[in-house]
C-alpha cells in the first residue's frame, strides 16, 4: 500500500485510485504537451486553465490546460457525420473514432522528499514520455505548490481558488511586496476589489506599510459594492480601525460620508517642484519653453518661486526676463495656466506644518495611509499630490535606506512600504516615465524598500521597460491585443497564457503570473463579504475575554516564529 502511494497509483488525498483524464500522445518543452482524453472523460468536463498533474516514468509534472479541441481518426467520419437520431453509432465513435484532445503547459517538476509532506519544486527541463497519464490536480498538489496560510513562519494570503476546485490559492506576500506588482483590467472586470483584497492581506499578515491614493474614495472608509443585494463594503479603515489612518483633501466630502477620526492635508505651493510640472505637461498644455523659464524662475526665486510668479505683474515679468535671459510670453504663458493650481481645495500659499512629514510619522510608526480626493478626484489633481507626496516620501526613504546600510543596525532598517496608485499610464507612460518619481521606484525594485502597486486598465499605455520590471502581474480580463501583449512583457510562454486570459470570466477571476508564485494561475477571486471581514479583519478585544486574547497573541507569535 505505501508503496503504491509512493509511486502514485494511489492517491494521498483519498487514498483512492484516482482516474486518469488523459494521455500524452505528443508534444514539446517549448510548446507544450497535447494528449488525447481517455474513454469516459467527456471534453465538455475540461475547462482552459484547469491544473493537472503528468505522471511520467521518473518525474511528476504540474501544470495546466491551456487549449482543448476535437480530433478525428478519419477525414470520411466528418465528412459523414452520424445524423442526430443515430444516437448508438454516435457512441460507438466517441472514443474511438472521434475524440478530444487537450493542450496542456507543463509549469512544475514535483519531486517528492523523505518526508511525505515535502515536495520539492524544480523547473521543467523536459517532457513526461509517450502515453504518461494526466490527472487532476488534488488538494496535497496545490499545497505544495502555492503553500498554505496555515505554514508557520509564512506570510502566505490566500486570494482565491481555481476556477473548478476548492482549494485555496496563495500569494506569497514577503516575495510580493519585494517588488512593484500591477493589477490590470478592463473597466468593470473588479480591479478596485482586487486591490482592496491584497491591501488588507498585506495589512493582516504585517508584510508592509501602504500609502494609498484613492482617488475614488473606495479603500478607506467603504464603497459601493459589485453585487445588486448590498449597498456597500467595508473599507480598510472599517476592518483595521487601529491600523490605518486616513488623510483626506476634501473635508467636506469626507464628512458626509460619515467618515471617522480623517485628518486633513494640505499642500503648499513651495512643495510643488519644475518637476511636478512636467509630469503635468498635458494636463496644463504646457510648452517646453515654459518649463525652461519655470527652470529660471526656481534658479532666481528658490522654492517659492510659484508664489512669487503668480503675483508678477507684466511690467515686472518683462524686467526679469531683461535681467534673466528669461521668455516674456512663455512666463506669461506659464503664470496663466499655473492659476488652476490655485483652484485646487487643498493648495495653499502657505501651510501651518508639513503634512507631509505628518504622513511619513504615521507610516513609521507602522500605520497604513489612505488619502481620499473626495471631489478632487480629477486628473490634474490626482496627478499633483500623488507625485510631489511621493517623491518627497521618497527621498525620507533614500536616506533611511542608506542609514540602515551604513550602520547595519537593524533598528534603523525601514520599512517595506508599497505605494498604490490609479490610472497608472498617466504616471509610466514612455514620454514621462523618467521625468516622475514613480519611473524611479519601478526602476530601482527594492533598492530603498519602496515598491508601487499600480492598478490600471490601459497597460499597453505603460513604459515597456516599467513593465518589464514589474514582479507579479495580476491580471483580469483584457480585450486590447495591445493590453494583452503588454502584460505579457518579459514573460516566457506568454503565448500559451494569451489563450487562458482571453477566456475569463468578466468578474471576479484573474490570471496571476510572476515573483509571488511559483507559476502562473488563474483564480476565482476570494469573495469580499462578511466572511471574509470575520477573517481577515482586526478583532475587536474590547469585547474578548481574557482566554481569547492569550490564544490570539499565542497565535501571532506562532506566525511570527517567536
Known amino acids: 500500500m505505501v508503496e503504491a502511494v509512493e509511486n502514485g497509483s494511489i492517491d494521498r488525498d483519498t487514498a483512492e485510485t484516482p482516474q486518469a483524464l488523459a494521455t500524452v500522445t505528443q508534444g514539446s518543452l517549448g510548446q507544450g504537451l497535447e494528449a488525447r482524453l481517455n474513454p469516459g472523460i467527456s471534453v465538455e468536463e475540461m475547462r482552459v486553465g484547469k491544473f493537472v498533474v503528468v505522471r511520467g516514468q521518473r518525474n511528476r509534472f504540474f501544470g495546466l490546460l491551456s487549449d482543448v479541441a476535437l480530433g478525428s481518426t478519419s477525414p470520411q467520419i466528418l465528412i459523414d457525420p452520424p445524423r442526430p437520431e443515430e444516437i448508438f453509432l454516435s457512441e460507438i465513435l466517441a472514443g474511438t473514432g472521434t475524440f478530444g484532445t487537450v493542450t496542456l503547459v507543463p509549469m512544475l517538476m514535483l519531486v517528492d522528499g523523505k518526508d511525505a509532506d515535502e515536495t520539492q519544486l524544480l523547473p521543467v527541463k523536459t517532457v513526461p514520455a509517450h502515453f504518461s497519464q494526466v490527472y487532476e490536480a488534488r488538494k496535497r498538489d496545490f499545497q505544495a505548490v502555492f503553500g498554505s496560510e496555515a505554514e508557520p513562519r509564512s506570510r502566505n494570503f490566500a486570494i482565491g481558488q481555481p476556477v473548478d476546485t476548492d482549494v485555496p490559492i496563495c500569494l506569497n506576500l514577503d516575495r510580493f511586496v519585494e517588488r512593484s506588482n500591477g493589477i490590470f483590467g478592463k473597466s468593470g472586470t473588479g480591479k478596485s476589489f482586487l486591490t482592496r483584497l491584497l491591501l488588507a492581506g498585506i495589512i493582516r499578515k504585517q508584510a508592509a506599510v501602504n500609502l494609498i491614493f484613492d482617488m475614488h474614495s473606495e479603500y478607506g472608509w467603504e464603497a459601493a459594492t459589485e453585487e445588486s443585494g448590498a449597498n456597500t463594503v467595508k473599507?480598510?479603515?472599517?476592518?483595521?480601525?487601529?491600523?490605518?489612518?486616513?488623510?483626506?483633501?476634501?473635508?467636506?466630502?469626507?464628512?458626509?460620508?460619515?467618515?471617522?477620526?480623517a485628518l486633513e492635508?494640505?499642500?503648499s505651493f513651495n512643495q510643488i517642484e519644475v518637476e511636478d510640472?512636467?509630469?503635468?505637461?498635458?494636463e496644463l498644455n504646457l510648452s517646453e519653453a515654459s518649463l525652461e523659464n519655470a527652470v529660471i524662475l526656481r534658479n532666481e526665486f528658490g522654492r517659492d518661486w510659484i508664489s512669487r510668479l503668480l503675483t508678477m505683474s507684466n511690467a515686472e515679468i518683462q524686467e526679469f526676463c531683461e535681467q534673466r535671459m528669461g521668455h516674456k510670453a512663455s512666463i506669461m504663458a506659464l503664470q496663466r495656466k499655473l492659476t488652476r493650481l490655485e483652484d485646487l481645495d487643498y493648495i495653499r500659499s502657505?501651510?501651518?506644518?508639513?503634512?507631509?512629514n505628518q504622513i511619513l510619522e504615521s507610516l513609521e510608526a507602522g500605520q497604513h495611509v489612505v488619502i481620499e480626493f473626495g471631489s478632487q478626484s480629477n486628473m490634474l489633481s490626482y496627478m499633483l499630490a500623488s507625485n510631489v507626496i511621493t517623491r518627497r516620501i521618497h527621498k525620507a526613504y533614500v536616506h533611511k535606506a542608506e542609514r540602515y546600510l551604513y550602520s547595519k543596525n537593524p533598528a534603523d532598517k525601514p520599512r517595506q512600504l508599497t505605494i498604490a496608485i490609479e490610472e497608472a499610464h498617466r504616471f509610466l507612460a514612455p514620454q514621462t516615465v523618467k521625468q516622475t518619481i514613480y519611473g524611479t521606484i519601478a526602476r530601482e525594485m527594492r533598492k530603498y524598500f519602496v515598491t508601487l502597486l499600480v492598478v490600471d486598465q490601459r497597460p499597453s499605455g505603460i513604459d515597456s521597460e516599467v513593465m518589464s520590471q514589474i514582479g507579479t502581474r495580476i491580471t483580469a480580463l483584457l480585450?486590447?491585443?495591445?493590453?494583452?501583449?503588454?502584460v505579457f512583457t518579459g514573460v516566457s510562454g506568454g503565448q500559451?497564457?494569451?489563450t487562458i486570459l482571453a477566456k475569463l470570466d468578466s468578474k471576479q477571476q484573474a490570471l496571476i503570473l510572476g515573483h509571488a508564485v511559483p507559476m502562473p494561475v488563474v483564480v476565482r477571486t476570494r469573495p469580499y463579504d462578511e466572511r471574509f471581514y470575520a477573517e481577515i479583519g482586526e478583532p475587536d478585544w474590547s469585547e474578548a475575554s481574557d482566554e481569547e486574547v492569550l490564544r490570539a497573541a499565542e497565535l501571532a507569535r506562532t506566525q511570527l516564529g517567536l
Open 277 to 282: 510640472l512636467m509630469l503635468l505637461r498635458e
Open 479 to 486: 480585450n486590447d491585443e495591445k493590453d494583452i501583449d503588454a
Open 235 to 261: 473599507g480598510l479603515k472599517q476592518l483595521f480601525p487601529g491600523q490605518v489612518q486616513i488623510y483626506t483633501l476634501d473635508a467636506d466630502s469626507t464628512k458626509r460620508r460619515g467618515v471617522r477620526d
Open 265 to 267: 492635508l494640505f499642500i
Open 350 to 356: 502657505a501651510t501651518p506644518h508639513n503634512y507631509i
Open 496 to 498: 500559451n497564457l494569451r
